[in-house]
């Protein structure tokens, strides 16, 4: 008798952002689940589960997929959906890419428990960190799995994640070198931005306009050795196989100070001190400081609180990569990469605070120094694949990125659609990024529209969205036509404000009514004809 042996089933399609073996494993869980029903049965699409499970999280169901909404309202949207879903509401729903995932795929890896990590949504900081460690205890062993304990000595060589391909994920960066940085400001101007551009020549990564570049920055020397000194500790006291000066300058956040070192320094104190640190490690702001305690900050307030260097690093949160736009084309740029980087820094009770990896970047790193990157692909965020098609594009401040990008990447391709850029800062003088290169793309006929907004130029401010409402009947012309539209920047104000501009276009020169003007912005995010890179 010939015996019909059943090939194995393959429920999570090779697309998800799994492993061979954490498919097979995930597999393996659903088969469990479904039992018989099984046989025959397809690959989960997104958004899917089996019909015994919850459902997953899905980026094309979810209400609450919206940066600019807070996290309040996006978990009171999803109160009575599936663990994943509201795990995923947890997330800051930029789609950034900066954890690895995108906000969906890194819900449904926690829920799964192929993803241990709760703290690598860069962009949701404190407020998503704090909401997955309540849902991860609510849904208990059901849910995501909680990251495990650290025991004595394990503050360095932790096992590391799977690695992927080299230079394509934050696990398995790639050493570049660090080129040169040019300054874009002109005197006068209020901010620090710079032009960045890192070699590629010696590394496995290709990319394509609309990508990101991730990279590994260090804490600035001077942060890291007051904070040692605050510690009373040596800064070549070695814990594991490095020092502990080595592992603050590029291993651990000195950022925000994080909930497990106020829980440590509340251990170290007492009395009113005590209820301050549990205070602030449950997330209140007992003396309206929260906001402005980094970890410096934090010793500062609990001045008799001094834990074991050892014990101190177990308490802090790991130093994330930093996601920035690529500025520039492939076809364009050869083996090369550019990025537009703002240098944060700003003072707060006589100390002066730094951006990381804005002053990594912007004043740090010497030319030909290495510097460890990896490409994040985009998510939804490209120019056509019709070169015909018109590409209107939105990019104040830094926002501009990867629009210089497109416009490089369409002079080099000789796209024969339109192109149409609005960008704004604060004064003309000084802020007018990229400005002989732009103006020399529309003396080329590549850049057909420029339409600028300067907020500190005149008695009135003016934004971009401003120029968008101006142009109202030509916008309308263009979208009419087919354009593609593109935002970039801000995800709490200006993108949002940007889409009521689109609204207004919408009905003033549409006549469309209140509600056909929000669908006709739906109607173009889901076509795929606006698409934004916002953070």
Same mark, same amino acid.
């Given at each position: 008798?010939?015996?019909?042996?059943?090939?194995?089933?393959?429920?999570?399609?090779?697309?998800?952002?799994?492993?061979?073996?954490?498919?097979?494993?995930?597999?393996?869980?659903?088969?469990?689940?479904?039992?018989?029903?099984?046989?025959?049965?397809?690959?989960?699409?997104?958004?899917?589960?089996?019909?015994?499970?919850?459902?997953?999280?899905?980026?094309?169901?979810?209400?609450w997929h919206d940066p600019s909404m807070p996290i309040t309202d996006r978990m009171d949207l999803a109160k009575d959906k599936s663990e994943p879903q509201k795990l995923m509401a947890a997330m800051a729903q930029q789609d950034c890419g900066q954890c690895g995932y995108n906000c969906a795929d890194?819900?449904?890896?926690?829920?799964?428990?192929?993803?241990?990590?709760?703290?690598?949504?860069?962009?949701?900081?404190?407020?998503?960190?704090?909401?997955?460690?309540?849902?991860?205890?609510?849904?208990?062993?059901?849910?995501?799995?909680?990251?495990?304990?650290?025991?004595?000595?394990?503050?360095?060589?932790?096992?590391?994640?799977?690695?992927?391909?080299?230079?394509?994920?934050?696990?398995?960066?790639?050493?570049?070198?660090?080129?040169?940085?040019?300054?874009?400001?002109?005197?006068?101007?209020?901010?620090?931005?710079?032009?960045?551009?890192?070699?590629?020549?010696?590394?496995?990564?290709?990319?394509?306009?609309?990508?990101?570049?991730?990279?590994?920055?260090?804490?600035?020397?001077?942060?890291?050795?007051?904070?040692?000194?605050?510690?009373?500790?040596?800064?070549?006291?070695?814990?594991?196989?490095?020092?502990?000066?080595?592992?603050?300058?590029?291993?651990?956040?000195?950022?925000?100070?994080?909930?497990?070192?106020?829980?440590?320094?509340?251990?170290?104190?007492?009395?009113?001190?005590?209820?301050?640190?549990?205070?602030?490690?449950?997330?209140?702001?007992?003396?309206?400081?929260?906001?402005?305690?980094?970890?410096?900050?934090?010793?500062?307030?609990?001045?008799?609180?001094?834990?074991?260097?050892?014990?101190?690093?177990?308490?802090?949160?790991?130093?994330?990569?930093?996601?920035?736009?690529?500025?520039?084309?492939?076809?364009?740029?050869?083996?090369?990469?550019?990025?537009?980087?703002?240098?944060?820094?700003?003072?707060?009770?006589?100390?002066?605070?730094?951006?990381?990896?804005?002053?990594?970047?912007?004043?740090?790193?010497?030319?030909?120094?290495?510097?460890?990157?990896?490409?994040?692909?985009?998510?939804?965020?490209?120019?056509?694949?019709d070169l015909s098609k018109d590409v209107i594009m939105c990019g104040p401040g830094t926002g501009i990125a990867p629009f210089r990008a497109f416009l490089r990447e369409r002079a080099a391709t000789q796209a024969p659609g339109r192109n149409w850029l609005f960008y704004g800062h604060q004064r003309q003088a000084s802020d007018f990024?990229?400005?002989?290169?732009?103006?020399?793309? #529309?003396?080329?006929?590549?850049?057909?529209?420029?339409?600028?907004?300067?907020?500190?130029?005149?008695?009135?401010?003016?934004?971009?969205?401003?120029?968008?409402?101006?142009?109202?009947?030509?916008?309308? #012309?263009?979208?009419?036509?087919?354009?593609?539209?593109?935002?970039?920047?801000?995800?709490?104000?200006?993108?949002?404000?940007?889409?009521?501009?689109?609204?207004?276009?919408?009905?003033?020169?549409?006549?469309?009514?209140?509600?056909?003007?929000?669908?006709?912005?739906?109607?173009?995010?889901?076509?795929?004809?606006?698409?934004?890179?916002?953070?």
């Open positions: 008798m010939t015996q019909h042996v059943t090939p194995p089933l393959v429920l999570i399609p090779e697309s998800a952002p799994f492993s061979a073996d954490q498919r097979s494993w995930l597999s393996g869980y659903f088969a469990a689940l479904l039992g018989p029903a099984v046989e025959g049965a397809t690959a989960l699409a997104p958004g899917e589960a089996p019909a015994t499970g919850p459902r997953l999280a899905d980026n094309d169901d979810a209400p890194y819900a449904n890896a926690i829920f799964l428990k192929s993803e241990e990590r709760l703290n690598l949504c860069q962009p949701g900081g404190k407020e998503t960190m704090r909401m997955l460690k309540k849902l991860d205890e609510e849904f208990g062993s059901a849910g995501g799995a909680a990251p495990a304990a650290k025991g004595a000595g394990e503050a360095s060589d932790k096992k590391e994640p799977e690695l992927g391909p080299l230079g394509y994920c934050r696990e398995n960066p790639v050493e570049a070198t660090f080129l040169s940085r040019t300054r874009l400001n002109a005197p006068g101007g209020e901010k620090e931005t710079w032009h960045i551009e890192i070699d590629l020549k010696d590394t496995p990564i290709e990319y394509v306009v609309g990508d990101s570049l991730g990279l590994f920055p260090a804490n600035a020397p001077a942060l890291v050795d007051a904070v040692i000194a605050e510690l009373g500790a040596r800064p070549e006291r070695k814990i594991g196989s490095k020092t502990l000066r080595d592992r603050l300058l590029t291993e651990y956040a000195l950022g925000a100070a994080p909930d497990n070192l106020y829980q440590l320094l509340s251990l170290l104190t007492s009395g009113e001190q005590r209820k301050k640190a549990q205070a602030l490690a449950a997330g209140e702001d007992p003396d309206g400081d929260a906001a402005y305690l980094d970890v410096l900050g934090a010793l500062h307030k609990f001045p008799g609180a001094r834990p074991d260097a050892e014990v101190f690093l177990e308490a802090l949160d790991e130093l994330q990569p930093r996601l920035y736009s690529i500025s520039s084309s492939p076809k364009m740029d050869t083996g090369r990469v550019s990025l537009t980087v703002d240098a944060v820094r700003y003072n707060h009770r006589s100390r002066l605070r730094l951006g990381v990896a804005s002053t990594h970047l912007g004043e740090r790193l010497s030319e030909q120094t290495k510097v460890k990157i990896y490409l994040q692909k985009a998510h939804g965020f490209a120019l056509p694949e990024f990229y400005k002989d290169e732009l103006n020399g793309l #529309k003396d080329d006929k590549v850049l057909t529209r420029l339409s600028l907004a300067w907020s500190r130029d005149g008695a009135e401010k003016t934004y971009v969205q401003d120029r968008m409402r101006e142009n109202g009947a030509e916008l309308w #012309k263009w979208l009419e036509g087919g354009a593609h539209f593109y935002v970039c920047g801000d995800a709490k104000r200006m993108a949002k404000d940007v889409e009521r501009a689109i609204i207004d276009v919408a009905a003033s020169h549409g006549g469309k009514n209140p509600d056909e003007a929000v669908a006709y912005l739906a109607a173009l995010k889901k076509a795929g004809r606006y698409q934004a890179d916002v953070y």
